[in-house]
């Protein structure tokens, strides 16, 4: 019965908030690491999208206008790590805020010694455990193609997202039955202190230095090259790529090397 019910909301939300084909079609453009997907996998994308912007409110903040684009841009990118997971993973929040720019969130939080900090920023985005994702709409921009060497503000925030499903985010999000936390921790510490070492030493990386901030950031940040660049992050840490490939249900690597191996499409049958 219950089942029943869930599938019978599903359809009437897919029919209801259904995106119009030329929107989707000019956000998928302008967003070149989905050419790795079928078009089936593009199909069962475009529903988890309607399904977001049906249960999630996509908000300007600071005068910043949303548009119609601007919304399922900033969704496809956030439901692109939940292509092969349940929707549940996003669940708890209701917003995703977006701002013209840099913001300073206004907040304050209490660390374990009672003493009271507030965050400076400015940042470009941030996920609060159980309140909005907050994202900088020109940061949003400049992250979405293959260009950018594997940095995506959407998918970041949005890793942090998943990752705080257990709490505040550590780095270890809850994992699915058949992956062991061990492995997990062990895998991602090992190349959490390989990384730190080469910041250190002040060695060039082709990831995001930030990501040796911390765990946290490490997940987030290898989230985003995991999706936007897969191949480098084979190349770096082969080991973290199969752990997330196992977590995210996803083997985006080798499509991406199919796709570079391949002779750009032309207008030929
Ligand atoms: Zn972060």
């Known amino acids: 019965m219950f089942d029943a019910l869930t599938r019978w909301r599903r359809r009437r939300v897919l029919e209801r908030a259904a995106?119009?084909?030329?929107?989707?079609?000019?956000?998928?453009a302008l967003l070149p690491f989905l050419a790795i997907y079928s078009d089936d996998e593009l199909g069962?994308?475009?529903?988890?999208?309607?399904l977001f912007?049906?249960?999630k409110g996509i908000l300007g903040a600071r005068g910043?206008?949303?548009?119609?684009l601007q919304r399922?841009?900033?969704?496809?990118?956030a439901c692109v790590l939940v292509l092969e997971l349940d929707m549940a993973y996003y669940g708890g929040f209701e917003n995703v805020i977006v701002y013209p720019g840099e913001f300073v969130p206004g907040w304050e939080w209490e660390d374990e010694a009672g003493v009271v900090h507030r965050n400076e920023g400015p940042l470009a985005g941030e996920a609060m455990p159980g309140g909005p994702v907050a994202l900088?709409?020109?940061?949003?921009?400049?992250?979405a193609d293959w260009e950018s060497t594997g940095m995506n503000l959407v998918i970041h925030e949005f890793a942090h997202k998943i990752d705080m499903r257990s709490g505040d985010a550590n780095g270890c999000p809850p994992l699915?039955?058949?992956?062991r936390a061990e492995a997990?921790?062990?895998t991602l510490g090992a190349a959490y202190a390989d990384f730190c070492a080469r910041v250190d030493r002040d060695e060039p990386t082709e990831i995001d230095p930030y990501a040796a901030e911390s765990p946290a950031e490490f997940f987030a940040v290898l989230s985003e090259v995991f999706f936007a660049d897969p191949i480098l992050l084979v190349e770096e840490y082969p080991d973290v790529y199969a752990q997330l490939a196992a977590f995210y249900r996803q083997d985006p690597a080798p499509r991406a090397r199919r796709l570079f191996a391949e002779p750009a499409r032309s207008g030929e049958p």
């Open 19 to 28: 995106i119009p084909d030329a929107l989707w079609r000019e956000a998928v």
């Open 44 to 50: 069962r994308l475009r529903e988890k999208v309607v």
């Open 184 to 186: 997990w921790k062990e």
């Open 64 to 68: 910043h206008e949303v548009t119609p």
């Open 72 to 77: 399922v841009i900033i969704a496809i990118q």
């Open 53 to 55: 912007l049906d249960a």
């Open 136 to 143: 900088s709409w020109p940061d949003v921009a400049a992250g």
């Open 176 to 179: 699915p039955a058949g992956m």
